[in-house]
């Protein structure tokens, strides 16, 4: 089995300028609704719902579920760091010293997959079986694509990594408690996929997983029959369904969802069991549960589709969907993870595109244009400064915020706007009764104060092995300053040494363009492995470092083409 384990390090120690008086979170809590929601979690333990099954909670962000079998152990999703997982294997080993036999993975997040080292053995001769849907590829390759800082950027905002304070050893978030010293992520390879419905027997227990595209493609749901115990995995949390989220995910499936909750159904579970969330029990309260959820989930999209035909706008539909009543007000969706409005935002943008049914989206003025009419509406940048500031101690937060950036997007007063838009994002997220929106608007505060979001490095070189060597060329792309490069040609093969790959980029006018093969006479020609390539696309280290050491060899200048690089 290869074993892959690297450490995931989210860069908390340079958010040491911001001290918290106290608390230990850049920011207050003062929602009693939030407070009371994640006050849930409790200490670490193992919570025990069948003679076999175990619910690992509160380890982690996130669950893991602990099945022993006659002989072994099987083991439903590892948590999110290797610490947490070990902490969670310490408690598991007061109940039974059986070998962990088989892990499965219900999908390829970070918080259901990076423990997974703490339950595999460090040696090379014995390996478990690990499980996972056989679409599990397409994610590992996604977080090493282009937009992996994005992908990174706004995990890190909405569970509040970047917003904890340094030395904070747990902080609440209403999918679980984060533990922020435990930093080691690790992936164990699958070493068995699952492409249909599939029933096993596994340490003498009998296991049904159904892989059903829905909150990520590679999703599993999981079934044991003799336990009467459902595994829902991340398809439903006991909150506001999440068709979609702000992180955006191209592979979320809000059908997928829906129909996810019905294979649930049709087990007629006794138990269920979340990646996030307590245990629910009792078969009338598990089918009430899930039949909610896939109702609110499917109102949600059937309402959206209607009013996209209709040609009401996105921000409108936003405003004015109502679940039916019941719905609506069931304790059990309410919004504390993403908030219902964006959740029907990004429904509607996923199903319609960029267009929200207004012309004027197609012809308006550039946001500093728009700001500065605005300023000038309201009688100059002194007189929006003070209508902020009133909107502030008026408590009209989300107003203050807009006002205030108008005045930061032209340049005027913004020293003062800023302030204000800082407290205002600090006073929403210290009211707000959802755990994610505390933390984006937080990390926007933390970001004015910094001066610009955190770009997140690529910490993924570990688990790079399986993506091609073609996808790595790719990174370059997005890096090439088409300014600084506006009048340059230049071509340079890249000659990949131990796949004896080579690939031809061309430089032309602003724009990079790559292609396998190789120029006749190129301008430079740069020589490396497949590790020298991913640091050096992945900015692990930058190209003077890589040559100095030899782990690239040029022929030609390669100081030009790395000047126009970002
Ligand atoms: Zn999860």
């Not at 069948?50 to 619910?55: C, K």
């Not at 609110?296 to 039916?324: C, V």
Request: charged share 20%; proline share 5%; glycine share 6%.
């Amino acid at each position: 089995m290869k074993l892959l384990r690297f450490v995931l390090i989210l860069g908390l120690g340079i958010y040491c300028s911001f001290a918290s008086t106290s608390t230990n979170i850049f920011g207050a809590l003062e929602s009693k609704e939030l407070r009371e929601n994640v006050s849930m979690f409790g200490d670490s333990r193992l919570v025990q719902v069948t003679d076999r099954v175990y619910l690992a909670y509160a380890y982690d962000l996130v669950n893991a579920v602990f099945v022993i079998g006659d002989d072994g152990v099987v083991i439903i999703d590892t948590l999110a760091r290797v610490e947490n997982a070990e902490r969670a294997l310490d408690s598991l080993r007061q109940i039974t010293e059986k070998p962990i036999v088989a892990v499965i993975y219900s999908h390829g997040h970070f918080d259901h997959t990076g423990g997974s080292a703490a339950f595999s053995p460090t040696d090379s001769e014995s390996s478990i079986a690990v499980y996972a849907s056989a679409k599990w590829p397409r994610y590992r390759q996604e977080l090493v694509s282009p937009l992996y800082p994005m992908i990174n950027r706004r995990l890190i905002e909405q569970v509040g990594f970047a917003v904890a304070t340094p030395g904070t050893e747990r902080y609440e978030h209403v999918l679980g408690p984060v533990y922020p010293q435990s930093t080691t992520q690790s992936y164990v390879t699958p070493t068995h996929t699952i492409s249909g419905r599939t029933q096993i027997t596994l340490a003498g227990v009998k296991f049904e997983i159904v892989p059903i595209p829905s909150e990520m493609d590679d999703e599993l749901v999981v079934w044991l029959p003799d336990e009467r115990v459902a595994y829902a995995a991340d398809t439903m949390v006991q909150m506001f369904p999440f068709l979609a989220t702000p992180r955006s995910e191209p592979s979320r499936s809000p059908r997928g969802l829906i129909k996810a909750k019905d294979i649930l159904l049709d087990w007629e579970p006794e138990y269920l069991l979340f990646g996030h969330g307590p245990v629910v029990s009792g078969q009338s309260e598990v089918k009430a549960l899930i039949t909610n959820s896939r109702d609110a989930e499917q109102s949600l999209l059937d309402q959206t589709i209607a009013a996209i035909n209709k040609g009401k706008t996105r921000d409108q539909t936003a405003a004015d969907l109502r679940l039916p009543a019941h719905l609506a007000n069931d304790p059990k969706l309410i919004d504390a993870y993403h908030r219902q409005s964006w959740v029907i935002k990004g429904l509607y943008s996923r199903l319609s595109g960029w267009f929200g049914n207004d012309v004027l989206e197609m012809v308006q003025h550039i946001p500093v244009e728009e700001a500065k009419r605005m300023i000038s509406l309201a009688g100059g940048p002194n007189a929006m400064l003070s209508k902020a500031r009133a909107a502030l101690r008026a408590q009209d937060y989300p107003w203050a915020t807009q006002l205030s950036s108008y005045l930061i997007r032209a340049d005027q007063r913004s020293d003062s706007a800023l302030q204000i838009k800082i407290d205002a994002l600090k006073a929403m997220a210290a009211n707000t009764h959802s755990s994610n929106e505390r933390f984006y608007l937080l990390s926007g505060a933390l970001w004015l104060e910094r001066g610009g979001p955190i770009v997140p490095a690529f910490n993924l070189e570990g688990q790079t092995d399986m993506v091609p060597t073609s996808e790595l060329i790719e990174l370059l792309g997005p890096r090439l300053d088409p300014i600084r490069s506006a009048d340059t040609n230049f071509t340079i093969n890249l000659l990949v040494t131990d796949t004896q790959e080579s690939f031809r980029l061309t430089v032309r006018r602003g724009v990079l363009e790559r292609r396998s093969g190789e120029h006749s006479q190129p301008d430079l020609v740069l020589a490396m492995g497949r590790k020298a390539l991913l640091a050096f696309t992945t900015k692990l280290s930058s190209l003077e470092e890589l040559l100095r050491q030899d782990r690239v060899v040029q022929k030609g200048d390669a100081s030009h083409f790395w000047s126009l690089l970002n």
